[in-house]
């Protein structure tokens, strides 16, 4: 029985070693088709865990990443990226700040990996709980209104901005100061300006990391003429036409209001100021004129100021039309032309009084034919006449047909014909033969 069990102990070691070495083998054979390599990495640190109402101070930038050294099978090793590990940094235990430990794992999918070595593998953190403050809103105002003006106790929307931040930036603030310039201003002023924060100390602070429940201010100023102050319209008292043939164009003021100072009641009924009189009869241009204000009794200027009516006058501009004869110019002496049409009608367009008082010789059509010779021609006639403001509208008609022929002379040429003349005696004979030359018509070259 003893040595039956010997045998059977013996057999078995036999077995295990030949098993050892047959897995021996296979590994080796294994490995040396896909060997175990290593390689490196950076992936990035997902922060997990922040508390609520707190902020991440340090780092202060979050993107942070882990230097990595893994290894694994060839085949494994170099199909990784950044994506197919998992670094983290949990917050939950760190809300005052400390060294927190950087966990780095490889995704369930990729269990052949291992990593051999991290950098860094603690990272220092900080957190700061988040706090919300009202910051009271403080008006400051530069600058006057206009005088006889008065403004009113200003409103400010709204009184408080709503800070929302860190405990060591929030706490500090003590105020935001919006600033309004006022420049001789009479009416409602309405602006919107950026609020600027101090400290305690009575220094700008900057707000850029904080929440702001408002980003400007809407300030209003309500501005008022005094009781005994009024700013009043100036209307000019004006009488009479221009010169025929011209028309008044506008009249103005300059200023258009001045302010007025009186008795209160006075000053409340008092809707306009009118200045003296001004007479345009028989005036032909744009004259300006420096005017006095006529004031009711009891009603003074504030202040002693220089007024000025402008008196816009232009002519009144019309049509005229002229019929005039085409004269020809340039033509050469053995050259002869025929116009058509003789006449043409000219329309001019200008003041009325220039237009009126143009002579007829003034306005002068002409054809220039220098240079040309036999021929027709349909040429574009001149139109003169005085500058002085008048325009030309239309020539009809806009073409003058001229037909040039060259001048026909007389010319006479003696013709020696010779006449025969008998003169007869008694007898009947014929005695003498008197030759007459008689001359023939000129003939056409």
Known sequence: MMRFVRSLLANLATLLLSLFLAVFIWINAIQAEDPTISTSLQVPIDFVGRPDNTALLIPANPNQSVQIVFQGPSSVVNRLAADDFVATVDLSQAPFGEEVPVEVVVRPENSQVTVLFQSPEQMNVHLERLISRDIPVELEIRGTVARGHTYEEPLVDPRHITVVGTASEVEPLEFARVTIFLSNDRQTKV???????????????????????????????????????????????????????????????????????????????????????????????????????????????????????????????????????????????????????????????????????????????????????????????????????????????????????????????????????????????????????????????
């Open 191 to 445: 602006e919107s300006p950026q609020p600027i924060f101090y400290d305690r100390q009575g220094r700008v602070a900057s707000v850029s990391n904080l929440e702001l429940s408002q980003e400007q201010v809407q300030v209003t100023i309500p501005i008022n003429e005094a009781a005994d102050f009024k700013e009043v319209p100036i209307t000019v008292d004006w009488e009479g036409v221009p010169a025929p043939g011209y028309r008044l164009l506008s009249i103005s003021v300059d200023p258009p209001s001045v302010l007025v100072t009186g008795r209160p009641t006075q000053i409340q009924q008092l809707n306009r100021v009118q200045t003296e009189r001004i007479d345009i009869t028989g005036l032909t241009e744009t004259f300006v004129q420096q005017v006095a204000l006529s004031l009711p009794d009891g009603i003074a200027l504030d202040e002693v100021s220089e007024v000025f009516v402008t008196v816009e006058i232009e002519p009144i501009y019309n049509t005229f039309t002229y019929n005039r004869t085409v004269e020809l110019q340039g033509l050469a002496p053995e050259l002869e032309a025929m116009v058509t049409p003789e006449e043409v009608r000219v329309v001019l367009y200008g003041p009325l009084p220039v237009l009126e008082t143009l002579l007829d010789e003034e306005v002068q059509v002409t054809v220039d034919l220098f240079g040309l010779d036999v021929g027709t021609y349909n040429l574009e006639p001149d139109i003169d006449f005085p500058e002085r403001g008048i325009e030309l509208r239309s020539i009809q008609p806009s073409l003058i047909t001229v037909d040039i022929t060259r001048t026909i002379t007389a010319t006479s040429t003696l013709t020696q014909i010779p006449t025969v003349v008998q003169n007869s005696t008694d007898s009947g004979q014929m005695n003498d033969t008197s030759v007459v030359v008689a001359p023939l018509p000129a003939k056409k070259p």
